[in-house]
C-alpha cells in the first residue's frame, strides 16, 4: 500500500516524517472544522493514513512500517513480534552457528533478514557480533602469512645474520597479538562508526536509540566471514559491508533510502575527502618548497 506525500504526491515509507523527493514535512497541523482526519493519538495532526490493521487514522509521527510493507499505527506495529534472528537465539544454536547462520542470511537476504529482525539488541550482543566478524575477517590471512614465515628456511636468514628460531618466534607473537586484537579493534571500529552515523541519524531527525545504529553497523558486518578466504575476502568484505549497511539503517531504523544512503555513506565520503585534501596541501606545500629552492 502506497502513502502520496501531501505535496508533490510522490510516494512516502511509513516510518519518515519528510518527503524524500520534496522535503515537505509530512506532520501536518489539522484545520479546525475541516474534514479532513486527524491522528487518533495526536489530534492537532492530519492523519497521513489509516492502520492497515485496525484502520485508526495515525500521523507521520505514528505510522510504522510493517514486515509486508504495510501502514501501521505505532499501537499495532508494536503488537506484532519481529523475529528474532540466529544471533538472538544463541544461546540455543550455540555461537558458532548462530554467527554463521546469520551471516549467510544478511549476506543472502538482507531486504527479507532486517525487514522481520529486531530494531533494538543489546550493547554486548552487538559488540559481540562485530568482534567475531573482525576476528573471521584476519584469521586466515594472519595464518597464511604466519605458515610462510615459519616456511622459510634457515639458510635464507642465516645471511642476514638473523635467527630463524627468532624470527619464528616473532611471527608466532605477531600472530598472537593480531588474534587477541582484532576482537577489540572490531568492537572499536564498530563503536566509533555507529556513533558517527548515530550523529547524521540525529542531524536528519531520526529518533531511534544509539543502540539499533549499533546493532545495525555489528548486523552489516556480516561480508567479515568472507575474511576466511585467504587475501580476497580480508580486503572485500568491507565494500561489501558498507552496501548492506544501507539495507541494514533503512529498515532497522524505518527510514527511506535517501536518509539510509546518508547516514551510511556520509562519514566514509566524508573522511576520504579530508584525506585526499590532507594530500593535496602536502602535495601543494612540498612543491612550492621544492620550487623556492
Known amino acids: ?9 510522490s510516494f512516502v515509507v511509513p516510518g519518515a516524517q519528510s518527503c524524500a523527493w520534496c522535503g515537505a514535512s509530512l506532520l501536518q497541523e489539522a484545520t479546525p472544522g475541516s474534514a479532513d482526519p486527524v491522528c487518533a493519538v495526536h489530534p492537532e495532526l492530519r492523519s497521513l493514513h489509516a492502520c492497515g490493521r485496525c484502520g485508526s487514522f495515525a500521523c507521520a509521527r505514528c505510522l510504522r512500517k510493517g514486515a509486508r510493507d504495510e501502514p501501521l499505527c505505532a499501537a499495532c506495529h508494536d503488537r506484532v513480534p519481529a523475529d528474532a534472528l540466529p544471533w538472538d537465539r544463541r544461546d540455543e544454536l550455540g555461537t558458532p552457528r548462530a554467527y554463521w547462520q546469520t551471516c549467510v542470511a544478511v549476506m543472502l537476504r538482507p531486504t527479507a533478514t532486517f525487514e522481520r529482525a529486531r530494531p533494538v539488541g543489546s550493547v554486548g ?7 567475531l566478524s573482525n576476528l573471521a575477517a ?9 605458515a610462510i614465515l615459519l616456511a622459510i628456511p634457515s639458510a635464507m636468514t642465516e645471511g642476514d645474520n638473523v635467527s630463524a628460531h627468532g624470527l619464528r618466534l616473532v611471527g608466532l607473537g605477531v600472530f598472537g597479538a593480531m588474534m587477541v586484537m582484532a576482537p577489540v579493534m572490531g568492537m572499536l571500529v564498530a563503536l566509533i562508526n555507529a556513533a558517527l552515523d548515530h550523529v547524521v541519524f540525529r542531524m536528519d531527525g531520526t529518533g531511534q536509540p544509539f543502540e539499533v545504529t549499533l546493532r545495525a553497523n ?9 575474511g576466511l578466504i585467504p587475501f580476497c575476502g580480508m580486503y572485500g568484505a568491507p565494500l561489501w559491508a558498507l552496501g548492506l549497511r544501507i539495507f541494514a539503517y533503512r529498515s532497522m531504523h524505518r527510514t527511506t533510502w535517501g536518509t539510509a544512503v546518508l547516514g551510511a555513506l556520509a562519514v ?10 590532507g594530500y593535496a596541501v602536502v602535495a601543494v606545500v612540498g612543491a612550492a618548497t621544492g620550487f623556492g629552492k
Open 1 to 9: 500500500m502506497r502513502i502520496p506525500c501531501p505535496r508533490c504526491q
Open 125 to 131: 550482543s552487538s559488540l559481540g557480533f562485530a568482534a
Open 138 to 146: 584476519s584469521f586466515t590471512t594472519a595464518l597464511v602469512y604466519l
Open 218 to 226: 555489528a548486523l552489516s558486518m556480516s561480508p567479515y566471514l568472507m
Open 268 to 277: 566514509p565520503l566524508l573522511s576520504c575527502g579530508l584525506l585526499f585534501a
